[in-house]
């Protein structure tokens, strides 16, 4: 037997180690994710959803030739192409759906852009991480530098501090709302009404609201990347760090998920950092990581 004194010093141990790991567990979203899991498991499908987890890469891991800095990525469905920026040395990029570069177009003014999202003909919002800017920016086809400081904008300028600032855009045309996705520490997403306003005889005015319990119930460690699917009114949410893709509902409930791990999604290795997502019309999602690497996902038959 062991003596009493080594007993108690055990039981210490094992009680630590319990600790430690609901810590981590909570950490990563562990418990969050594992239910979600059970009940998509047990429950039947929302007929709506997108069924992320029938997607399948198509293009993996692809070296986008002349960047390396890749931090966002929108569709335009009007050039049925990509944009994307780079924040080190700021640029525009228009990429082809097969992840060539098309164009690219200096960023004066930026200090950090992370985020490209499409609005309307020729017209785009970009989000300045450190400063919680939103730059609405117009392109022309001869367009080769934009300046913030000639652009409309808008500063948020909530939870300040540090490099954890907006990091996605999504924009869902016909309710006229920007979805802003805040990395971390909080994590967060936005609702913006009144920028960017595509109506000239609308009133006036922005309202900025979020979903505490929505975001609560996100079982992801960070957002890089938001994405508004028209057709069903659902939200798609990137996490680098969890390394997933999560479907939300209309009431911002999980519904499925797209996982970027080794192995899974047909992926022959994990994708390493995936900060920026599109889809197209046809419901094709495209990924891009840092530094340059760009993923295509279909559904199987598409």
């Given at each position: 037997m062991y003596p009493l004194s080594r007993l108690h010093s055990l039981s210490l141990l094992l009680c630590l180690?319990?600790?430690?790991?609901?810590?981590?567990?909570?950490?990563?979203?562990?418990?969050?994710?594992?239910?979600?899991?059970?009940?998509?498991?047990?429950?039947?499908?929302?007929?709506?959803?997108?069924?992320?987890?029938?997607?399948?890469?198509?293009?993996?891991?692809?070296?986008?030739?002349?960047?390396?800095?890749?931090?966002?990525?929108?569709?335009?469905?009007?050039?049925?192409?990509?944009?994307?920026v780079t924040n080190k040395n700021a640029e525009l990029i228009e990429l082809s759906l097969e992840g060539q570069v098309l164009r690219r177009i200096a960023l004066a003014g930026f200090t950090d852009p992370e985020a490209v999202e499409f609005i309307s003909a020729d017209t785009y919002v970009i989000s300045d991480e450190r400063q919680q800017r939103l730059v609405k920016i117009h392109l022309q086809e001869g367009t080769t530098q934009v300046d913030a400081a000639?652009?409309?904008?808008?500063?948020l300028g909530m939870h300040l501090g540090g490099n954890k600032g907006f990091e996605g855009l999504a924009y869902d045309a016909s309710g006229k709302r920007l979805f802003v996705a805040k990395e971390r520490d909080p994590m967060l997403i936005y609702e913006v009404r009144g920028f960017p306003d595509s109506d000239p005889h609308a009133p006036r005015g922005m309202h900025v609201v979020n979903d505490p319990r929505r975001d609560a119930g996100l079982f992801v460690r960070d957002l890089s990347s938001l994405q508004y699917d028209a057709g069903s009114g659902h939200l798609l949410a990137l996490s680098d760090e969890s390394r997933l893709i999560v479907e939300l509902d209309t009431e911002g409930r999980p519904l499925s998920t797209l996982a970027l791990g080794r192995g899974r999604q047909g992926l022959s290795k994990a994708v390493p950092q995936a900060?920026?997502?599109?889809?197209?019309?046809?419901?094709?999602?495209?990924?891009?990581?840092?530094?340059?690497?760009?993923?295509?996902?279909?559904?199987p038959g598409e």
């Open positions: 180690v319990a600790v430690l790991f609901v810590a981590f567990a909570h950490n990563q979203r562990l418990w969050q994710r594992a239910w979600f899991d059970w009940q998509a498991y047990w429950q039947t499908g929302d007929p709506r959803s997108l069924n992320l987890g029938d997607y399948r890469v198509v293009r993996e891991a692809q070296p986008i030739e002349g960047l390396d800095d890749v931090s966002a990525l929108t569709y335009d469905p009007l050039r049925n192409s990509l944009f994307t000639l652009s409309e904008q808008v500063t900060e920026g997502m599109a889809m197209d019309k046809a419901g094709t999602l495209y990924l891009v990581s840092e530094p340059n690497l760009f993923y295509v996902f279909r559904r």
